[in-house]
């Protein structure tokens, strides 16, 4: 395991709880329209800052205030544009995983938190016996389309292929959870396996 050089300790970023999972490498479109998130974009574009997506475990995704699990990804804007509407489209991409502390509500309910980053892995191999999800992730993104073309031609790794199937996949959100948390990527894309294809993951 390597750790990033200049990985913060501590820092304080803005944390959007969503019912999904996201890894790092991974891409996330969305659409924001609450005051709270376009004022968390904002800061983000100005200061050239990523912002924390956690998986909800409690609590609604719109209006309110949620409670997540205690391991996310950081997740920097990429793109944006204006759509019909006064909605706001973001693509981002996900960068390094965090531990949650302390959760902190601001005045308009964005909320605020303390993040440990998690060292980044080292990408591990693809094991032989599972070469098949490359092709099955590849027939996937054909299916797709944009903006998930983009992984196309990306050197496949198990850390790669297994976040990306997780994030894709329409499994539940405890597993998707579950499955961010293995910190082995070859272990995973087994775990995933056996939901897939069980017959081929003996």
Known sequence: MSTEAGEEAGESVALFP???VLFPGGLLPL???EPRYLRMVSECLRNDRPFAVAAI???PEVG???ETAGTGTLARIIDWHEEEGGLLGLLCEGE???SLGEVTAEHDQLLRAQITRQPIPTPSPIPPDLAWMVEFFDDLLRRLGPPFDRYSG???SADHVAGRLVELLPLPLAEKQALLEVEDAAQRLR???G???PEDCD
Request: hydrophobic share 50%; with cysteine.
């Open 191 to 193: 775990r995933l396996c």
């Open 64 to 66: 309110g205030i949620a």
């Open 195 to 197: 939901l897939i294809r």
């Open 154 to 156: 990306i050197e496949p």
């Open 31 to 33: 659409r924001i329209f």
């Open 57 to 59: 475990q409690d609590g």
């Open 96 to 98: 390094q995983m965090f």
């Open 18 to 20: 969503l019912n999904l």
